[in-house]
Antibody
Framework: QVQLVESGGGVVQPGKSLRLSCLASGFTFNTYGLHWVRQAPGKGLEWVGVIWYDGSQKHYGESVKGRFTISRDNSKNMVFLQMDNLRAEDTALYYC????????????WGRGTLVTVSS | SYELKQPPSVSVSPGQTARITCSGDAMPKQYAYWYQQKPGQAPVLVMYKDNERPSGIPERFSGSSSGTTVTLTISGAQAEDEADYYCQSEDSTSNWVFGGGTRLTVL
């Protein structure tokens, strides 16, 4: 069955960096785009960005553009979110989710990993 | 930046019809998608491309679009449908945007 497992979250000081990972299984990883979506505590969903199936294209939300970088390693079935110059407002649960072209949307989500930016 | 506007809350009695709206200037040109999120769980897709239902989603869920507003309708809402619902679409640069979410209460 399809599984997405995020890891790498934790407490980090403002201005520091953190890298999140998402390990996928149960599907042909190198044929699917992957998205990152975050959710601040008690708040709504916010789109972070996407990486295409082959890594050829990446797009980011305005609030993270220039600070966050998405990459993937298709040999390891993993996608990464490198977060630099973190701010308090980046505190959130970070989900990775699979893009399904037939639905043109996200059909499987992980359970998320929590990032807390605090001094 | 582009915004999708949803009512913060909708409340219905069991068996009634719940309608959740989502408004955005680009809606006439872009599809809308709907996700359901229950407490402590990841979101689940319940509607795509305005009015298409994914496999496994009950028939009581339907979607429609008119002008700048899209609507998720739950006909005969059940207690298990109580959740937060988020619409999602794209802005003019093809970046994804989520609405602020609507809490559906069924009681």
């Amino acid at each position: 069955q399809v599984q997405l497992v995020e890891s790498g979250g934790g407490v980090v000081q403002p201005g520091k960096s953190l890298r999140l990972s998402c390990l996928a299984s149960g599907f042909t990883f190198n044929t699917y785009g992957l998205h990152w979506v975050r959710q601040a505590p008690g708040k709504g969903l916010e789109w972070v960005g996407v990486i295409w199936y082959d890594g050829s294209q990446k797009h980011y939300g305005e609030s993270v553009k220039g600070r966050f970088t998405i990459s993937r390693d298709n040999s390891k079935n993993m996608v990464f979110l490198q977060m630099d110059n973190l701010r308090a407002e980046d505190t959130a649960l970070y989900y990775c989710a699979r893009y399904y072209s037939e639905y043109d949307s996200l059909d499987y989500w992980g359970r998320g990993t929590l990032v807390t930016v605090s001094s | 930046s582009y915004e999708l506007k949803q009512p913060p809350s909708v409340s219905v009695s069991p068996g009634q019809t719940a309608r959740i709206t989502c408004s955005g200037d680009a809606m006439p040109k872009q599809y809308a998608y709907w996700y359901q999120q229950k407490p402590g769980q990841a979101p689940v897709l319940v509607m795509y491309k305005d009015n298409e239902r994914p496999s496994g989603i009950p028939e009581r869920f339907s979607g429609s679009s008119s002008g700048t507003t899209v609507t998720l309708t739950i006909s005969g809402a059940q207690a298990e449908d109580e959740a937060d619902y988020y619409c999602q679409s794209e802005d003019s640069t093809s970046n994804w945007v989520f609405g602020g979410g609507t809490r559906l209460t069924v009681l």
